[in-house]
């Protein structure tokens, strides 16, 4: 692989959510501030919104390592459970002891103990699910049920809710209304900017061990970034095939013909066809697509 031929210690552009490379972006900063001050209100539902591969999954990661020892967290990663086996998730990741067969009410007390148990002694319990777009509806209201529970003065849980823009839809329902209400915060994710696209590509190879005065040429960053729209899983994509076409071709740094064939052979980035060209790519950037094809 290219590791060595560029000085890097592991590939910087993996496609697991790892937060050693987190890159603070203005709307991963934003929503990071926002969900640190909803969960340090710790009333209301929360909710993070972002289309596919704009690091929703990261986001919630890096708030799960940022949490103080004061608050229990449970995370679902893939909520298209049903009502009972997704309070048996919730069990699981409480740490809690029940029995296969326990009935939905029997797994309701075994949680509702737990979270008066939990607040006794000072401590705070969120639920973090991710994929929430998924959840059947059934599912969504068993969890406002549980929201529900309270003493005199606190809600016994908080619930952050991370999902794809499909969440809002389900969420418009009628049915889904008293949950509507219930969401204090709302979170939006957005693509990075050409700018954002530069400085990500170029913290993830310094992370990775990079030495050197630019990994991407300037030409480089902005065909990565026009072609991704930004969105941050396919700018990883990019730059990785991008790195291995430099490598296979012996070059000490990427290049914009390097970006143009990995735009062409990767799912939902933009084509570097003639017609779809940026317009600062200009005519010297006909040369470079005719010696890609």
């Given at each position: ?10 590939l910087?552009?993996?496609?697991t ?67 009972r ?33 939990h ?87 310094r ?7 630019r ?62 060209l ?16």
């Amino acid at each position: 692989m290219y590791a060595a031929h560029f000085g890097l210690r592991e590939l910087p552009f993996a496609l697991t959510p790892d937060t050693a490379f987190a890159f603070a972006s203005g709307t991963q900063r934003d929503a990071f501030n926002d969900l640190q001050i909803a969960l340090a209100i710790g009333e209301g539902y929360v909710k993070v919104v972002g289309e596919v591969g704009t690091g929703k999954t990261l986001l919630c990661r890096r708030v799960l390592s940022r949490l103080p020892k004061t608050m229990v967290t449970a995370y679902v990663p893939n909520p298209a459970l049903t009502p009972r086996t997704l309070l048996l998730s919730l069990c699981w990741e409480l740490g809690l002891s029940v029995a296969q067969r326990s009935t939905e009410f029997d797994l309701r007390v075994s949680i509702e103990k737990a979270l008066f148990t939990h607040r006794a002694a000072g401590r705070r319990v969120i639920l973090l699910i991710d994929e929430a777009q998924t959840m059947p509806m059934a599912s969504l209201e068993c969890v406002r049920l549980l929201s529900n529970l309270e003493t005199e003065k606190h809600k016994l849980i908080q619930v952050v809710l991370f999902g794809q823009p499909e969440l809002d839809r389900r969420l418009a329902r009628r049915e889904a209304r008293q949950l509507r209400q219930r969401i204090a915060f709302s979170v939006k994710l957005h693509p990075m900017t050409e700018d954002e696209v530069g400085q990500y590509l170029e913290h993830r190879m310094r992370v990775a061990g990079f030495i050197g005065e630019r990994a991407f040429s300037h030409e480089a960053t902005r065909t990565i970034a026009w072609a991704s729209t930004g969105v941050p899983r396919l700018v990883n994509v990019l730059a990785h095939k991008s790195l291995m076409l430099a490598y296979g071709r012996g070059e000490r740094n990427v290049g914009v013909a390097a970006c143009w064939g990995s735009a062409r052979d990767t799912a939902d980035a933009r084509s570097p066809k003639l017609f779809a060209l940026p317009s600062w790519a200009g005519r010297p950037m006909l040369a470079t697509l005719s010696a890609i094809r």
